[in-house]
């Protein structure tokens, strides 16, 4: 009993207290009341008024106006509002706080690029994407233009070789929506037209891709393929920042075909020529194979791994650059040095001749972007920048290792190169033992930007001018050089039998056999522009008018596709584009771009390219604000919309080159011995009629529309954009096939086909903190595909319309025949009887016959309809670390050439096949037919599914670690930081197609390896 009354007693005691407490909190209680306004001292409704660390509070009224009671005078205020910063304010017992909110600068201030100009991020309404220039550096590579890939929605790129200084990428945006030559972006940087591969990545402040008609109609019959555009970095005030970077890099293939040895090579041939005729005797004796076998013989009998034996493991790679950055009243600078010297994979084997065979590229960059303050209202940039570079070949020799065998040639004996006349007289040696080709490049270009400000004449009036001049030389020199060759005897010398070297070509070592200006060209651009932008209230208005003109000069050139070089390739035009939007809400642009170009007769050659867009920004609506209260689990819901048309004048004929004037009339040349007259027929030049022409041709035109929803959830820490796009071509300038016995002439071309491309992108990413931990994760994924409506050639089994542009069309192979019985009760496969081994095919249209017109498209196309990209980053105190995936689907190769028929003229043999092929003991398992070394039933190397491979892959495209140093030791030597890195290109690659990379040509084709690259750098802040 006493210890229930001490519990009684105590909890009585207990809510005394209380009660206590709470009464002399309601005496000390406050009630706050305010405003809040925008940074144009406009009332804001639905602003959160929270006490800090409680989930008491409110929102503001229709006015701005709130008021909160019951509340300590100690307590803090938290405000915060969509699209605006947060900020807090102690209460201090105050009774009325007013505040006033900022715009967000990752939100309603953030400015990204646009054509011909910026615009706040918030009111774009067109499809554009951004990559910063600090993600591009990230990359060990030299070629700017392949770090974008995986980085950007709706950038589809494909590599086919990593030789240095030729290692260029081809980039489609969205997919695309004409004839292959035809499909190159336009790219801009700084505003002019030029190359950007070359461009040193630290020069680099982003790359914008603009992707709908609301962004690139202004650019009229060049925006059809979408634009790049690249800007450079300029000077920021404040005192100089000075910044090196240096890395060194190793660079080895990502993968390699690899070939049979010598000794399954020699079984593989006996087999071959035993299914031709099986009474034939075997080109190698037993003897011969065992001596393969066990290398007894290596002169007679080798086993030579030919990229083994002519390419070394690894090659270096090095990279530099210098930037110094700052200005003040006067002038802001931005300037750039850098360095690239790219080593390739070839061992040296020519030394002694004074040359060396290996490829090799080396680069300087240099760029100086200066911005004058010539008054308050005044600023003229000028900008420099160019590069120089030198690019070293002794040829091509994957060719020759694929035509070889491993048993053919020792290659060298001693420093002498080695022809054996087995069975064919090869060595790939001599193909980079001919001399050398050099190729030099200077391109400079220089920029000036002048700015004014009118707000005298009118607030928000401004005028600017940009005049920009460009030059390239390029010289080739060539070195020819011819290597001795012998063939090795074996001869009795005094009763031993002794090894000759015989010879068979005399060396001859030359000087520079030639130097040529490969091409030369200049280009002048203007232009002029009137810009105004006001804001009235919640109402901001913009409009631009502009005029520019482009023009191209070819003085001479020997190389490059474009007649009549001394006519300049000219361009004029004038843009006009309207922007509105209410309170960042209602969007509103309207643009139209009219030029014209020299390709197209008078009459013909401007064109008028209109474009609408509009957009929603649904979270600064009051309802929405209000319905939210203050949460900021969804930061933005922007929908928007385009619609416009946009053109292409680039022309094609038949062979995909560059044509210019094909509205002239036919062109007629005229060639020796070419009629043939008189009792002797004594022949005597004669004129033949080359391409007809058309006066009607005109640009092909592209219809475009976009729509796309962008969000932000959880105080903009998840990010969503999603965009669907529709690509209708016409228009496009195809050749008509030529009538045979009819005209022998080339048709001339017409604006007959069409073709549609749609698909759809998605963007994901989430950057958020956890302690002293930050990271981010984004994902990107683009799906496009075009199909061909209209081509002006007759539907047939090898063009069915409906497909894709990059599609294959071949036979369904159905296995192989294991039996003769089987294969005669088998139609006819190209008018042949098919025997055991070969490849077993169906009769698609069911004719009674297998040929030609039984093809049906097969497998995916040779440009890939999905590329994605995620990459996940995160940074603790000085630890940063990053990753980046990067893949292809819904893209296919055909095996062809040395990859797909053994030994064929004596060529090499996969490896695989000795597993693969067809054998009476091995029918279950083959996936590959019956050896042959004549190859007289070529049909089971006709295009089918049995070649076809998937080329799908991911690929571990970029990984990169590192340190920043920052402590005062560094600070009193004058360094402000200094950042350690090791980083990796190419790293791993998952992928079905096994015998080269999945972005090379799996055929003759077959070229310089893609490369993974083993990189490690310091970057030093002055």
Known sequence: MNINFYIVRACIVIVLCQLIALDLRAQNAISVKGQVLDDEQLPLPGVSIKVKGKVQGTVTDVSGNYSISGISGSEVLVFSFVGYQTIEQPINNRSVINVSLKPSSESLEEVVVVAYGTQKKISVTGALSTVKGEELAKSPNVNLAQALVGRTPGLLAQQSTGQPGNDAVSIRIRGSSTFDANNEPLVLVDGIERPFNSINAEEVDNITVLKDASTTAVYGIRGANGVILVTTKRGKSGRANVSFNTNLALQTPTRMPEFANAHDYAVLYNEALYNDNPNQTPLFTAKDIEQYADGSDPIFH??????????????????????????????????SAGYVDQDGLWKEFNRQFGYSNNTTYKRYNFRSNVDFNLSKSTVFGISLGGYSDKYHTAGNPFSGIQSTPSLITPGLIGDKIIINNTITGRNPLPAISEGYDERFVNQFNVTADLNQKLDFVLKGLSFRSKLGFDSDYRTLIGKNVTRATYAPIKTVINGVETLVLQPLADQSIGGVGSQTFDSRSKRNYFESALQYNRAFQKHNVGALVLYNQNKQFWPSSSRYDVEYPDVPIGYLGVVGRVTYNYDSRYLLEASVGRNGSENFPKGKRYGTFPAISAGWNVTREPWVIKQLGGSDWLSLLKFRASYGETGND???????????????????????????????????????????????????????????????????????????????????????????HVAAALQDVYNIARIRNKGYEIELGWDSKIGNVSYYINGNYTFARNRVIENGTPESPQNQLGNSLNQTYGLTALGFFNTQAEADAWPLQYAARSTPGDVKYQDSNGDGKIDENDFLPIGDPTYPEINYGTSFGLSFKGIDFSVLFQGAENVSRVLSGYMQRPANQYGTTLANVMQQRWTPEN?????????????????????????????????????????????????????????????????????????????????NSFSYPQLKIFNAGLNVQF
């Open 923 to 1003: 029918a279950a398992n083959a996936t590959l037919p019956k050896l042959t070394a004549t190859y007289g039933n070529a049909s089971n190397y006709t295009n089918s599914t049995l070649w076809m491979r998937d080329a799908s892959y991911l690929r571990l495209k970029n990984v990169e670690l590192g340190y920043k140093f920052n402590n005062s030791f560094l600070k009193k030597v004058g360094i402000n930081s200094a950042r350690f890195y090791v980083s990796g290109q190419n790293l791993l690659t998952w992928d079905k197609l096994k015998l080269v990379d999945p972005e090379q040509q799996a055929s």
């Open 650 to 740: 680039k022309l094609i004929d038949g062979n995909n080159i560059y044509q210019r004037f094909m509205y002239f009339p036919s062109e007629y040349t005229f060639i020796n011995n070419r009629a043939q007259l008189g009792e002797e027929f004594k022949q005597y030049q004669g004129v033949v009629e080359g391409q007809l022409g058309n006066p009607d041709i005109t640009w092909e035109k592209a219809i475009k529309q976009n729509f796309g929803l962008e969000s932000t959830f959880f105080n903009s820490q998840l990010s969503l954009k999603l965009d669907y796009f529709l690509d209708y071509r016409n228009n496009i300038l195809y050749q008509k096939p030529s009538i045979a």
């Open 302 to 335: 080798p086993d030579i791994d030919w990229f083994d034996f002519m390419m070394k493991k690894t090659a270096p790679q090095s990279k530099s650059s210098l930037t110094v950055n700052g200005g003040g009243q006067l002038a802001k600078y931005f300037i």
